[in-house]
């Protein structure tokens, strides 16, 4: 029977899923009038709205980020939670063969995350959250080896695209724009209907752009206004292009 601690967590994360919802639907709302007011920008006087707009999306997405990251610890508790109502589910782990010091031994090995726990007997959510939690706190080599252990372990998972899209941004956050590129094409060459391929197509875009690629970048940032132009990344991409001409 589900413990007291259970059901507050799985309260918890329900509530935060609909504040989030919540933020979707008022960024779409933004987004809708700020394309709006693009296509009136000619008048002077609508440039500052634009611009108010946009302080407001990016405010919007701030708050995703932080409501991102408090959902993962939340998913994280949840699934600890769950395995305690389960019961253990690992047999208890052998002593160390003669000879072999404890600390030499796997188990004595720190864990990405920070978990106790093997990567092979996490769920997917416990797993992604654990790579998405050394992203978040700047651990981008951690982060690229725990996505990609995630990808491995966990190839058709509706996290799938998403774990690879992280690791495109672990690798961008080091400037390591090459590999980033290659994570990023994966993501449109391999999950062409996830919901990550226009921030893809945008940051392969920027990265090109960085690698001083002009041709590329546009044409990506191109893709990302003509096939997804009420998406997030919409607004950037235009942002991007123009300071490209």
Do not use: C
């Amino acid at each position: 029977m589900p413990t007291a601690d259970f059901v507050e967590l799985r309260d918890e994360v329900r509530e935060l899923q609909a504040e989030k919802r919540k933020l979707k639907e008022t960024e779409a709302e933004l987004r809708k009038r700020l394309e709006e007011a693009d296509r009136l920008q000619k008048s002077g006087d609508v440039a500052p709205k634009v611009d108010a707009l946009e302080a407001k999306i990016e405010s919007l997405k701030l708050r995703q980020q932080g409501f991102d990251q408090k959902l993962g610890e939340l998913l994280r508790r949840l699934d600890e939670s769950t395995r305690r109502e389960e019961g253990p589910a690992l047999p208890q782990a052998k002593a160390p063969a003669p000879g072999v010091k404890p600390d030499d031994t796997a188990a004595a090995k720190p864990k990405a995350g920070g978990l106790d726990v093997p990567f092979a007997a996490l769920t997917p959510t416990a797993a992604y959250n654990q790579a998405y939690n050394d992203y978040l706190k700047g651990n981008y080599d951690l982060a690229v080896a725990g996505f990609e252990e995630f990808l491995k372990k966990f190839p058709e998972t509706s996290l799938t695209a998403h774990a690879q899209y992280w690791i495109g941004e672990a690798y961008f956050n080091k400037r390591s724009y090459l590999p980033a590129i290659e994570a990023y094409e994966r993501v449109i060459a391999n999950y062409p209907k996830s919901d990550k391929v226009p921030a893809a197509l945008a940051k392969a875009g920027v990265a090109y752009a960085e690698l001083g690629n002009l041709v590329k970048a546009r044409g990506l940032l191109k893709r990302v206004v003509d096939e997804y132009p009420q998406s997030a990344e919409a607004a950037l991409a235009r942002r991007r292009l123009a300071e490209l001409q």
